[in-house]
């Protein structure tokens, strides 16, 4: 039934004109994306939304799961940082796509949600997933430099340190803009510079720290 449910997300989004590769398809349909939610929105799982995780925070909708997968180019080995686990939803759709060879570094600034990401992406045998309670916004230079960088929360710009932590020939895929929306950009490292693709409109929730946006508290 469930598996079901996935299959029809998949069809949904392919009928809404979204093109995926084989590899991010058989990530979405292997992810059990209503066991990263909380029990009160799992009956919505498998609707193309994003959902409330706790802590004010939301889980992106699959479409944008899907884009920013496929915009990252992951393969399998790839070292990748994730600012923004959330519900770990996103972290284990990309450990799909880098293999057991591969590793997934996410942070998450909320310690309650990154217990609860942590918990379910053991319990699913994600162990090249590692969850950081921190500052996303300084990345975490202990594991750098990374292939890969996701970040799934609005920057008012490319943090310096993330830049940074991004190795040579590597891409990073950040929406950077204003509270309301952002752009979501494509930003690729080669011989030691950065090149920006803007890749469209989106709206995420805002990365808070040192190097985001202020917290309003
Ligand atoms: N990727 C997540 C998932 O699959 O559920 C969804 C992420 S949600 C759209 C954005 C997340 O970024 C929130 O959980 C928020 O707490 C987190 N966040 C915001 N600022 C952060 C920061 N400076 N460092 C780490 N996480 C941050």
Redesign the pocket.
Known sequence: MVMEERRRMVVGLRGRGLSLSEEVESALLKVPRHL?LPEDVRSCAYRDAPLP?G?G????APHM?AIMAEALELREGHKVL??????????AIMAELVGPGGRVIT????GS?AKRAARVLLERGYSNVQVVV????LGYPEEAPYDRISV??GAPGVPGPLAEQLGEGGVMVIPVGGLEHQSLLRVRKVGGRTATEDLGSVI??????ER?HRSKQ
Do not use: K, W
Not at 82 to 91: D, H, P, R, V
């Open positions: 990263f995780i802590d925070q939301t889980v992106s799961v994730e600012i923004g686990a959330g519900s770990g939803y996103n972290a942070m998450e600034r909320h949600l921190g500052d996303g916004s799934t929360c995420f929730v805002p990365l808070i720290g985001g």
